[in-house]
């Protein structure tokens, strides 16, 4: 066996089915081997569409993504889907070729130090230097990606390493890996289980704020029984829609800058709060100082760095999401909260008035296509069940706002990076991990354009997955703040000048279909929707200054909610 040899057969070993990958000089001895694998290789038009594919089906199938690029610039142009893939607790094994050993540090052709640029954006990283190694290496990245927190792990394999052969019996191995210095914990102290449950006790206006932990934990039917078991109400964080169903009656919405005014209002006035698998971003919770100010705070996390770095909190637990919550659901019997049962009744009843004196609402037009409208119709068509990816701005926040999650890792998207040409790509990898669900990529003209090729890669698998573009002809996100925080200065984001995206779609052997007027939308959806085996792209000109409401203005708390 050599060192290729090795490779393939450890990722067999561990799993991985599918490659997002691009060739290059460094890996034609690794690329020789896959020629005969039965690992399924998926070429991305690009590296960095290939790590966004890889997160998407990490996302979309709870498995481990991998992708893979060559040295120098293969590698850097993977860099970016590596720290969205971190911001957002996403686990990957990436592969980087690399120069052979001898030449490593002689500034050799397509030579980049990997490792060094990529350190602060992964949990662990290799570089090879034996061969007999990688079986070893392999097993303990997958296993650091996908425990603890998940996140990526790289390993930069030097071309000497992937073609130097060694005796058969020293290349695969077996067994779990054994990480002296690596062991999360998964179990919440007993002590502070406790503490955290008899503090709810005493609560009358007590929240659950879901985060995306609770999604990477798989956790979500277990914060739905402690929801129910105990009458708390329940917010998600932008990361955590879908964790709890959309129309459950304790689900009170997700906060923050663009969240819902009852979810907001919750926080504010909550004299308990329990945080689950959340990092509590700056867009979350506004500004820190003021945030739920007025509440005894709990908080689990499997990342002891994420407890009272943002906010202080009174009971922290260190613990898997769903571990924990099994433990609450066993002490839950010992407190019942009956001498606040009037008291929760009313903070409920407030919640639900919150919600219908604000919800989320747009200015109907039968003239000019609203983006909240054409994502709503997206919804009623696929009646809530497709996947949702996105781009990044206004469409990003309109699918949030617009779209009702039923299901944990039903709503893919980038949060903590915010990546402009993200939800292509990543529609791809759902799409080939969940084949036989409808995928949606609902997306802006602009971020669109960020990975565009990537059309082809899905031309290329005859996947039938859906792009969305609400065209307003302008960086739509960029262009709200100038308008409201720069005297509508709009220094270069009018984008008056782009491709025709039916005919860019139909070079690329996709469909291409224009909605022009509102009363164009639902046939161009229904239309899309009979495609099965061919990506479609559907270019809605928009309100072209439509803005996403409510706001929090950035660093001001979440009682400054503005609304038009």
């Known amino acids: 066996m050599n060192g290729a040899d090795i490779l393939i057969a450890s990722l067999k070993r561990e799993g991985a089915d599918t490659i997002f990958g691009y060739p290059g000089g460094v890996l034609l001895g690794l690329y020789d081997r896959l020629f005969d694998s039965d690992i399924r290789h998926i070429l991305p038009r690009h590296e960095q569409g290939g790590v966004h594919a890889a997160e998407g089906y990490a996302k979309a199938s709870g498995k481990v993504g991998v992708c893979m690029g060559t040295s120098g610039p293969g590698a850097t142009n993977l860099v970016t889907g590596i720290a969205d893939a971190y911001m957002d607790s996403i686990p990957l094994v990436v592969l980087t070729g690399q120069v052979a050993s001898e030449l490593i540090g002689t500034d050799a052709f397509q030579e980049a130090d990997t490792i060094g640029i990529t350190r602060p954006i992964v949990k662990h990283s290799y570089l090879v230097k034996d061969s007999g190694e990688l079986s070893a290496v392999v097993r303990e990245a997958f296993h650091i990606a996908k425990s603890g927190r998940p996140g990526p792990v790289v390993i930069d394999l030097p071309k000497n390493m992937l073609n130097t052969s060694i005796a058969k019996a020293e290349g695969v191995g077996n067994g779990e890996a054994q990480l002296a210095g690596y062991q999360p914990n998964y179990e919440g102290h007993p002590m502070q289980i406790k503490k955290l449950l008899s503090a709810l006790d005493s609560a009358k206006k007590p929240i659950i704020i879901a985060g995306g932990g609770v999604r990477s934990a798989g956790a979500s039917e277990y914060l739905i029984k402690f929801a129910e078991a105990t009458g708390i109400p329940v917010l998600s964080t932008f990361m955590g829609l879908g964790c709890i169903p959309h129309d459950h009656p304790l689900f009170a919405g997700w906060l923050g800058m663009h969240g819902a005014y009852a979810a907001n209002m919750s926080t504010i006035n909550a004299d308990y709060l329990m945080a689950i698998g959340t990092r509590f971003s700056d867009r979350s919770t506004g500004d820190f100082a003021q945030f739920a100010a007025g509440a005894v705070k709990a908080h689990i996390d499997i990342d002891p760095s994420s407890i009272s770095k943002n906010i202080p909190v009174n009971t922290p637990i260190v613990g898997d999401a769903k571990v924990v919550l099994e433990q609450l659901l066993k002490y839950i019997s010992v407190f019942k909260a009956e001498k606040n049962e009037k008291a929760r009744a009313d903070w409920l009843k407030q919640i639900a008035k919150w919600g219908r004196e604000k919800p989320f609402t747009y200015e109907k037009s039968d003239k000019v296509i609203k983006p909240q409208f054409v994502v709503h119709e997206i919804f009623k068509l696929t009646k809530g069940e497709a ?173 400054k909610m503005i609304f038009s």
């Open 387 to 559: 996947i949702i990816t996105t781009e990044v701005g206004q469409n990003q926040m309109w699918s949030a706002q617009y779209y009702k999650f039923k299901y944990p890792n039903q709503f893919i998207s980038s949060g903590g990076l915010g990546t402009m040409g993200f939800g292509l790509p990543a529609a791809i990898g759902a799409k080939i991990a969940l084949a036989d669900r409808e995928v949606f990529d609902i997306a802006g003209d602009d971020s669109i354009l960020m990975n565009i090729q990537e059309l082809a890669t899905a031309a290329q698998h005859r996947l039938g997955i859906k792009v969305a573009i609400l065209n307003n002809r302008f960086l739509g996100m960029v262009r709200q703040w100038q308008q409201l925080f720069f005297n509508k200065r709009y220094s270069h984001t009018c984008m008056e000048f782009q491709p025709d995206f039916v005919k860019l779609a139909e070079a690329f052997g996709c469909i291409g279909l224009l909605a022009e007027k509102p009363d164009d939308v639902k046939p161009v959806l229904r239309e899309a929707l009979k495609v099965k085996d061919k990506p479609v792209v559907m270019d809605f000109c928009c309100d072209r200054e439509e803005n996403v409401f409510p706001m929090v203005p950035a660093g001001a708390g979440l009682d």
